[in-house]
Each structure stands twice: as C-alpha cells, then as structure tokens.
C-alpha cells in the first residue's frame, strides 16, 4: 500500500501542475483573443457610426449644386427677382428637401436673402447666429471660384448643425460666381436616432467640448481617425471617436455602446473548457490508479509462477505493439481525412467516425463541443442528424445497405446552408458476412457555388455584350446599305464588312452563351406540340441551301423516308434549332460532296440522321463530342476556319434530351465523312394528354447562392 499511495501522490500532485499551467495558458491566449475580437468589432462600429453621420453631411452637400447651378438661381441674385422666391422657396419645398435653412450670397458677400422652417410644422424658425457669423464677409466658406464648394458641421446653441455650400452658376456651371448658396439642416435626437436604426447601432454623439472650452472626458485621448475603446465592468463596451467641425476642429464624439457578448461568452467557455479539463485529468488518474493496482497485483501473480514468466512478458509486449500500431495506423489513417466517415455495426451501440464528420454535421456547436472525439457522440445524435438532409432518408438508406449489401450514393444533398455528397457501402467480414456499415460524406457547398457562378457569370456577360453588338451590327449594315457612295474607297468598304461581319459572329457566339446558359439554369421553356418533321426539315434544307451554294455543296433530303414520319411531340422552334446545329455543324466541315438527311421511325421514337462528305474525325477526336466549348479537332487553329465555338453539340445535346430523346455520333471516318442522328418522342395519344408547356422552374438557396428545381 506504501508503493501505491506514493504512486498516486505522484500521479496527483503531476496531473494537478499540468491542469493549473493548462488552464493558465488557455485563460491568457483564448481570452486575449476574445477581448481583441471585441474591440476590434466595436472599433468597427463606431467607425460606421460616424460614417453614417458623414453620409449624411454629403447627401445634402450633392443637394446643394442642383439649385446653386441652375439659371433661374444665377438670374435672381442679379435682379432680386421675388416670383423667385414665391415659386422655389416655400416652406414646402424646403421640407422636401429636408434642410431648416437656406441662405443666398451675392459676389460682394452680402446676403441677398435667407429663409429658416421647422421641417416638422413648416413654422419659420430663426437663423442661429452661428450660421451667419461663419458666413460672414471674407468668410472661406464663401466661394470665389466655380470650383470651391464647402460641406461640414458647425455647432450652434441649439443643435449641431450640417451645412453645405456651394457657388451659384449658371446651368451649364459656366461662370462668372455670382454668389453662394447655403443649406443648413439641423442635428437632432430623432436624426440620430434614426441613424441607430439604419446602422442597428446603440449610436450617440456627445459634445467634444464643454461650456468652458476644453475637452469633455469622451473626447479626451480619442482621434478623429480612430476609435478609443473603454469597457465597463464585464458587462457594456464603448467606442468613442472625435468628429471634427466644418474647419477640422473637434465638435462632437460619436459613442456606440455595446454589451460584451463576446467577452461573456469567452467566460463561459473557458469555465466549460475547465470542467473538461478537470473530467479528463480526474478519470486518468482513476484510470493510471487502476493500472497500477493490476499491474502490481499481475507482479505478485507472476512471482509465484516464475517459469513462464519471460514468455508471458514477451507475448504481452508483443501484442500490446501490435495493437497499439495497428490502432495509430487505422487512427491517423481516418482522422486525417478531409471527408466525414461513420462507421456502423449490427449491435447498433458501436460507431466510429472522425473529426471531419463532426465539423460537418455542425457538432461542434453544441454540447459536445469540447469532448474528445470518438469518447461521447452516440449514434442517435448523429442520426438526428443525418435526418435534417433534405429529401433523402440517409438513416433509411445506411439500414438498408447493412441489411442488403448494396452500396448507395446521393451526388447532392442539402443539409442546411451546405450541400453534400454521400456514398456508403456494406462492411464484408469473412464468409461474406455483413458486420456494418461505412459512409463517406464530402462538403462540396464551394464546389458547387463556384458551377453557379460561372454559370450566371456567362450569363450576365452575354446580356452585357448583345446589346453594343447589335448596335454595331445594325449601324454597319446602314453604312453599307445607305453610304454606298460615299464608300468609294475600296479598303474602308471592305473594313466596314469586316465590322459588321465580326459582329454578326461575335451576337452567334453570345447567343450560345446565352442558350447555354438558360439550359443549364434550367430556366427553357418547351411549347410541345404535335410537330410534321418533314416539314421542319425541309424548311432548314430550303433556308440553308444559299449557304452551301456558294461553298458549292449539295444538300438532299430523303423524301421517301420522310413522307411516311409520323408526327412528334416536341418544340418546333427547338427541334429547328437542333436541325440547325446538326447541318450547320456538318457544313463547317465539310469542303466537297454534300449533306444527306433521312430518317426512320418505330412506335416510341422517331430518328433523323444527318450524314457528310466531310474529313471525318479520329477516335481521340470523338471523345470531345457533345462537351461544352470542344471542338473535334486536331487544333484550337480550326476554330478560326471553322467560326464555332465547342457549344453546337452541346446546347444540341441538352435541348433533345429535355424532349426526352437521345442524340449521339453513329459514324465517322477520317477522310470520308460523319454521320449524327438524334431522336425524338412520336407524338402518341398517350404523350398528349400532358401539360403542352413545360418550364423548368430555379429556386436559388440564400446562403450557398446554389440552385436546384422546384418540383
């Protein structure tokens, strides 16, 4: 016993040192960082306090210019003209306007006229005498010259008052100066007030100096270009900060106060973190006393069994190696995963999982916060969970993978303000026997909105672009329409074809932006209808047969097939569109020989082929079919001779598959041609009965900026 209570003397009285030097470091480096927040937060504040305030001083200093530089303003101060004032300067006006004072100056610096209102009642107020003596003759608020304008505050005996003033010119702010023109507006409580309320701010200003003429104590120590921070008790911290008058002189001191939320909430959690610490150190202590006590009682067994002494120590020591590296191993293996892994089994009481899992599943923002991983989440905490995902039951589905081996998988499921992509799959032992479950969850909330802003930002830069384009487009094609004779040099004409050409390419390119990004925002709209195929076709074949004329090419349609198509169900205009892209695409390639198009049909579908003379393509280039700005070609330098831009196919792609066809590459070889086909509902009884228009309706998530359909 002598051993052992030493022992755990030891024990004690080490645990207790490192659990003191322990909470000492956290109560210095956390709390400091807490209290650094909070000033920082506060000194933030109060620096939007008194940008509101100065926000408000250059409303009404870009107020002031729209009556200084006006004609009617520049005639009145040279005949003193009254219907000036009848019209302009009522008590109504200066209410809209939200200003107590106006004052006019002529060049000599004499006040040609002033007027004062209560913007409450519209009663006429007097002119404080601050007012006048800082406009005083010889004034440097008076202007000069056209360009001296002036904006500030200046205290008065009542109210602080913002002033802004302005040198009266004519309309066009030519000159001479004829004057200047002052609005004043009071600074009240309610003013101030209101300013708290846009800026959730508990925002006062205080006087910066007091009756005699020195500093008050709010002012004392603080800048105009930074805030003092004061706290008071473990409750209020305050932010102070000077404001200097019209002439950089201190007038007033704006103070936010707050409560210390932060610092409170520091407090709290190192008194937790404390509990924590005093948990742990306590059960190693039980558990090192525990050890001791059999490790000791093993040493009194072993002293009565010394002939097989060596070998039980040599096989302990190995297994308990073996163990413990196997344990590191798997340990650091799962823990140094950046995707959250749970491990289930079928006694349903032991679970694995590592540290990402728990910052996933937002666990560290409740009571288990502070608790070592692994030693207290349970599975029903999880499981709660796993339920906030949205339209999928991941409880349900990691049941049913334990209970029929099947892996599953959720590409993209919303949990919250993220979106996560889920894969499990059944835990095998030997005999093919099912002991668990294991799910790997993976964060791809950026991933995702980094998609949707490259998807919007396409969009936005396309509807930015068409506009100028298409007023280039439309003057050069009036130059060369309208201004034939003038175009007599032969160079300038053919730069204004060059112009107008680029530009009608240059609206191609934007429209497929534009088409490309409708479709993958899911924001097209499809008026289906029962659709005559070989008409569509012949009318593209018809508009398009100038085009191949003069690359002396050969279009044909295969009017015995076409004549026995039944009708399909699908967009007109879009199903042109695809015809378009198909031909279209066919004809950039293509230098000799023709365009062929046929087609056949079964009860479900019908299928259009369209069929080239053209140079074929490679397998590697076929590979690059039907993805977003590809081309099958050997070179990005075919994209000049070719003028496309990768989108044909793809745009072609999303629009058939949204009828609820298929499209796809039958053929190509290189030097003989490419054959393409897509396919297309036959318009049955059945297929009528839906809705003839279908919109693809967005909902876009406020937090992540992702979108996802409304069903």
């Known amino acids: 016993m002598k051993v052992q209570s030493k022992i755990f003397g030891i024990v004690c009285f080490v645990f207790l040192v490192a659990a003191v030097a322990t909470w000492v470091a956290t109560i210095t480096l956390v709390q400091s960082k807490y209290v650094a927040i909070e000033a920082n937060n506060t000194k933030q504040d109060t620096s939007r306090g008194v940008d509101a305030l100065n926000n408000e001083v250059n409303q009404l200093a870009q107020k002031t210019p729209d009556w200084s530089s006006w ?190 939320s932060i610092f409170q909430q520091a407090q709290h959690t190192l008194f937790f973190y404390m509990l924590v610490i005093l948990g742990v150190f306590l059960s ?166 980094m998609e949707r802003s490259k998807d919007e930002f396409f969009s936005i830069a396309s509807h930015e672009l068409r506009t100028p384009l298409t007023a280039i487009k439309g003057n050069s094609s009036m130059i060369m329409d309208y201004y034939k004779e003038i175009l007599k040099d032969d160079t300038l004409k053919e730069m204004v074809a060059d112009v107008h050409e680029s530009s009608v390419r240059l609206i191609d390119i934007v429209n497929d932006f534009l088409d490309i990004s409708r479709l993958e925002q899911g924001k097209v709209s499809y008026d289906y209808e029962a659709v005559n195929l070989q008409e569509v076709i012949e009318k593209v074949a018809y508009e398009m047969k100038e085009e191949m004329a003069n690359r002396h090419l050969q279009i044909t349609v295969e009017k015995l097939t076409l004549d026995t198509l039944p009708k399909v169900w699908a967009d007109k205009n879009r199903l042109k569109q695809v015809v378009y892209n198909l031909v279209g695409n066919a004809t950039k390639f293509t230098e000799k020989g023709g365009i062929t198009i046929r087609a056949e049909a079964n009860d479900k579908f019908v299928k259009i082929f369209v069929e080239d003379t053209g140079h074929g393509m490679s397998s590697e280039s076929q590979q690059l079919l039907f993805h977003k700005f590809q081309q099958a070609g050997d070179s990005l330098i075919t994209r000049d001779t070719t003028r496309g831009t990768g989108l044909g196919l793809y745009i072609s792609k999303m629009i058939v598959e949204n009828m609820g066809g298929n499209i796809a590459l039958e053929k190509s070889e290189e030097g003989v041609g490419s054959t393409f086909s897509f396919s297309i509902p036959v318009a049955t009884t059945k297929i009528k009965e839906k809705p003839k228009k279908k919109v693809v309706k967005t909902k876009t998530d406020s937090t992540t900026g992702m979108s996802e359909k409304k069903k």
């Open 71 to 260: 004609d009617d303003t520049y005639k009145f101060i040279k005949d003193r003209n009254n219907a000036y004032i009848i019209s302009n300067v009522q008590s109504a006006s200066l209410q809209n306007l939200k200003i107590n004072f106006v004052l006019f100056y002529d060049d000599n610096q004499r006040l040609v006229f002033s007027a004062g209102i209560n913007t409450e009642n519209g009663e006429n107020i007097p002119l404080p005498q601050e007012l006048s003596k800082a406009f005083a003759p010889n004034s440097s608020l008076l202007a000069k010259t056209k360009d001296e304008e002036h904006s500030g505050l200046i205290n008065t005996s009542a109210y602080p008052l913002i002033i802004s003033s302005s040198p009266i010119l004519r309309s066009d702010e030519s000159g001479p100066v004829r004057g200047t023109l002052v609005f004043a507006r009071y600074l009240k409580q309610e003013n101030v007030a209101k300013l708290g309320e846009l800026t959730h701010l508990n925002l006062k200003f205080d006087p910066a100096i007091d009756a005699s003429g020195a500093k008050t104590p709010e002012a004392d120590n603080t800048s105009d270009d930074s805030a003092r921070i004061q706290t008071t008790g473990n409750q209020l911290i305050s932010g102070y900060q000077v404001i200097n008058d019209i002439y950089g002189k201190p007038l007033l001191v704006a103070h936010v106060e707050a409560p210390r």
């Open 284 to 449: 190693t202590i039980l558990i090192v006393m525990y050890t001791v006590g059999r490790i000791m009682q093993q040493g009194r067994l072993i002293n009565t069994e010394q002939s097989s002494k060596k070998e039980i120590e040599k096989q302990v020591i190995e297994r308990t190696l073996e163990i413990t590296e196997e344990k590191a191993r798997l340990s650091s293996a799962i823990d140094g995963l950046n995707v959250g892994l749970l491990m289930t089994f079928n006694d349903r009481d032991n679970i694995s999982y590592n540290p990402a899992l728990i910052n996933i599943l937002g666990l560290r923002d409740t009571a288990l916060s502070s608790r070592k991983v692994g030693a207290s989440v349970t599975l029903a905490q999880i499981q709660q969970k796993l339920q906030q995902i949205k339209k999928h039951n991941l409880n349900e589905a990691i049941a049913t993978c334990q209970k029929d081996g099947k892996p599953f998988e959720i590409k993209e499921a919303t949990y919250g303000n993220h979106i996560l992509s889920i894969f499990g799959a059944p835990v095998i032992a030997k005999l093919d026997k099912i002991i668990g479950t294991v799910v790997l969850i993976e964060e791809i909330t950026e991933q995702k909105v």
